[in-house]
């Protein structure tokens, strides 16, 4: 497939972000004090299964961030390839069926017929006035009443598809884990299985073969059926559902990556110089802190708003604006909650100041700079690291407020918070359309659920002190 | 004690001045008034005797820091800065984009914000603290992990969720109470009450949790401990020693939140259509009513300077060991 690479602002912050997460990994593996929190986390079963959940969220959000042009159909008359004006992203053309399979207005999930009914002009000339098939949703089949043996059919072929794919990936796995441990596949197999390892394989294979059923599960039904219904202009709900999933993460993980330099600096340099820069950067949060967050961002957007509306010829297209204005949703929400995490590592640092280590550094003349790269931060990673996915949850729910605020990502994009939004009339319709809101708390509730789990499980494998939540 | 009290004080102005010159920055400088008067009056053809105009009616029209043309103080006091913001200070809000005076509106939406916050606290405090409790009374069994899971679960639902749920069973399947709208005097209790519940369930889930944290924190002390092996049952150690000690970190986040509780909910409020201080605030973000907006900030920042001035006194007053200083 030939087409022509977009970047769009937060890809770019995403493909930062895990690079700098890699680069983390990579130097926690070779800290002692940074490794066995994590070898606690893995060897916890609430921490491995909630991993894979998010690990699935996850790679819908990468793929969904690959953004580019698509090649259109037929090159030009000199040969040369045409790009569509269209920004499309990996994960819209993996599911481009479900991206083009357009209904005229709602429908419920796994329907056959619209949810209105249409005058339709018979072969008689004659009109009735009776509840449309739809376009795609089961248009294969010749009679409507085959429906349910019909699901019934696709669900088993899916779910035994499923079946087979978890079933070949945990062979591959134990393969992999008897290479590892240098014993024979049936033995380790008999471990894995018994739940007789370190690491919890079991809980991993158990977790993983169910996403993986319910992948294929889905989609055999989505190639036929809008598994989730469609919305009022007629796409499908699923889709969007799945979209979504790239703005939850976006706004969760990026909006930290924007606070945590602000943070960390202002933070520990408080904390360590005390005096006058102590003075300034406390004035400075709580300052930004009195503001109610809400309204802060709320007049913010508002100020975006009629920059943008005033400046509308600097976007080349929806998407891009669309774009600009989740970076800077992100933005604004990162400098409302950078606050908590400064007053704790100020708080951290003042402590650590007074240790003996750094007390010796100092003695000996290590410029400040040295020891707070070498002694101060390193002695507060694990606080940055707990902030950050402690934080993640409460994002992704926010988001789905400020949306309904108005002042949220763009109208335009696809989020949890806007199918919310518009499911606040539908909820009134006779009968009532649920499948929107039904749909994007579903996928919602997954990803914080698993989130909070993650976090407090994180939470407690570094910091001790405060492990008594479960 | 006075003594104290007014430091405090004092040391919450300049706060209050930054916060000040932060939201006239952003309102007036981010974007000029011209900008703003070209949003409202809709973007294509807009005549510049329009604009001129808009800006007149509502005070805009001044300069932003230095008014030349004028004579003596008149050079600082005839400015946007000066008309618009500094006048804050006073609360004195001038009168909204569309109009109306909005200290008056202030002053008459406040009370239903407050109908619904002050029973949303108090009950949610009654509920949490006890499921809490019970927890800490059961600890370490399958009631206290079932429990924490139950918190878990309901903290990771929407507040959106609960808001379109309830109304939907509630008032919609079940007919109880009407699904929005507000009535004055004993009339309205009809309408607060939906609200208020779903206030309450909605904060179960991580009011519940962190009491219970607070909680089995104290159990692991060691006056605990004494207790115990002076004979005291466990009930009674529960009770007198540990929800009490507990209270006081519980006391002092509920004090913080207090003035706040005036600003009302913007969810619930709009969802039920509550003329409060919350919706007040939604109606003026999505008319886009940049007076209003600029007062809620100010009026939010000082209720919080308000909030955080409180809870260092209570602290002083409940907890002996803190000294003021």
């Known amino acids: ?470 | 004690m006075m003594a104290y009290i007014v430091r405090r004080a004092i040391y919450s102005i300049p706060i209050l001045i930054g916060v000040n010159v932060l939201t006239f920055l952003l309102f007036f400088v981010v974007n000029s008034p011209d900008d703003m008067a070209r949003m409202n009056l809709g973007l294509k053809r807009v005549t510049p005797e329009a604009i001129e105009n808009w800006k007149q009616e509502r005070g805009y029209h001044l300069p932003l820091l230095y008014n030349a043309s004028a004579q003596g103080t008149a050079r600082l006091t005839e400015t946007v800065f000066f008309q618009k913001s500094v006048k804050l200070f006073r609360f004195e809000f001038g009168s909204s984009d569309s109009g109306r005076d909005i200290g008056y509106d202030i002053s008459q939406r406040m009370w239903p914000s407050l109908a619904i916050a002050v029973p949303v606290l108090i009950v949610g405090l009654l509920v949490n603290i006890s499921y809490a409790l019970l927890i800490a009374f059961f600890r370490a069994t399958y009631i206290d992990f079932w429990s924490v899971v139950l918190c878990v679960v309901m903290m990771s639902i929407s507040g959106l969720f609960y808001i379109i749920g309830g109304q939907y069973l509630i008032s919609k399947l079940l007919h109880l109470v009407p699904i929005s709208g507000y009535d004055t005097g004993l009339n309205s209790i009809k309408f607060l009450i939906l609200p208020a519940i779903i206030g309450v369930i909605g904060g179960i889930g991580s009011g519940t949790r962190w009491y219970r944290t607070l909680f089995l924190e104290e159990i692991n002390k060691d006056y605990v401990r004494t207790a115990r092996a002076k004979g005291l049952s466990e009930t009674r150690v529960l009770f007198r020693h540990v929800l009490k000690n507990a209270l006081i970190p519980i006391l002092t986040g509920v004090v913080v939140i207090l003035p706040l509780l005036f600003m009302g909910s913007l969810i619930t409020e709009s969802f039920f259509g509550i003329p409060g201080l919350g919706s007040y605030t939604i109606d003026a973000i999505n008319s886009q009513d940049f007076a209003i907006v600029r007062s809620m900030v100010f009026l939010g920042s000082v209720l919080y300077i308000l909030g955080l001035l409180m809870t260092d006194i209570s602290y002083t007053l409940v907890d002996p060991r803190v000294r003021l200083s």
């Open chain 1, 1 to 470: 497939m030939i087409s022509q690479l977009v970047i769009l602002w937060t890809d770019a912050l995403i493909f930062l972000l895990i690079t700098l997460a890699v680069a983390f990994g990579v130097y926690a593996s070779r800290k002692a004090h940074l490794r066995r929190p994590w070898g606690l986390v893995v060897r916890s079963r609430v921490g491995v299964g909630t991993m894979v959940v998010l690990a699935f969220y996850l790679s819908v959000g990468v793929l969904d961030s690959i953004h580019f042009h698509p090649a259109a159909e037929s090159p030009d008359s000199a040969g040369k390839v045409i790009y569509s004006s269209e920004i499309i992203s990996l994960f819209d053309s993996m599911v481009s069926g479900l991206r083009a399979r357009q209904e005229k207005t709602y429908s419920a999930p796994l329907a056959t017929h619209l949810y209105a009914k249409e005058s339709t002009e018979q072969a008689d000339g004659s009109t009735i006035r009776d509840f449309p098939r739809l376009e795609h949703g089961g248009s294969h089949l010749s009679d409507p009443d085959q429906r349910d043996a019909d699901i019934v059919r696709l669900s088993a072929i899916g779910i035994l598809k499923g079946l087979a794919v978890s079933v070949v990936a945990a062979n591959i796995l134990i393969v992999l884990l008897a290479v590892a441990a240098r014993r024979t596949f049936g033995e380790r197999a008999r471990e894995v299985l018994s739940a007789n390892t370190e690491i919890p394989w079991r809980v991993v294979l158990t977790v993983l073969g169910m996403m993986l059923v319910i992948t294929f599960w889905s989609a055999e039904l989505a190639s036929r059926y809008h598994i989730l219904g469609t919305d009022k202009v007629g796409e499908d709900v699923f889709y969007q559902a799945l979209k979504s999933i790239r703005t939850g993460l976006v706004i969760g993980t990026l909006t930290t990556l924007v606070m945590l330099p602000l943070a960390i600096m202002l933070g520990i340099m408080a904390g360590y110089f005390r005096g006058w820069v102590d003075d300034l950067i406390q004035y400075v949060y709580t300052t930004l802190n009195s503001i109610p967050g809400v309204l802060l961002i709320a007049a913010a957007i508002l100020m975006l708003q009629i920059y943008m509306s005033n400046h509308a010829e600097e976007f080349n297209s929806l998407v891009e604006r669309a774009d600009l204005r989740l970076l800077f949703l992100c933005i604004i929400l990162g400098v409302t909650s950078w606050t908590g995490l400064c007053r704790l590592l100020r708080g951290e640092s003042m402590k650590l100041r007074e240790v003996d280590y750094v007390q010796a550094a100092n003695a000996f003349g290590v410029s400040h700079l040295q020891i707070i790269g070498r002694h101060i931060l390193p002695n507060v990673l694990h606080i940055v690291l707990i902030t950050v996915v402690l934080d993640f949850s409460g994002l992704v729910l926010a988001e789905a407020v400020l949306s309904y605020v108005n002042i949220g990502v763009d109208p335009t994009m696809n989020s949890w918070g806007n199918m919310i939004n518009s499911a606040r009339l539908e909820m009134a319709r006779e009968p009532i359309v649920w499948w929107s809101l039904a749909a994007a708390m579903i996928f919602m509730f997954t990803l914080v659920l698993s989130a909070n789990l993650f976090a407090d499980v994180v939470r407690d494998a570094f910091d001790p002190r405060l492990g008594s939540s479960r």
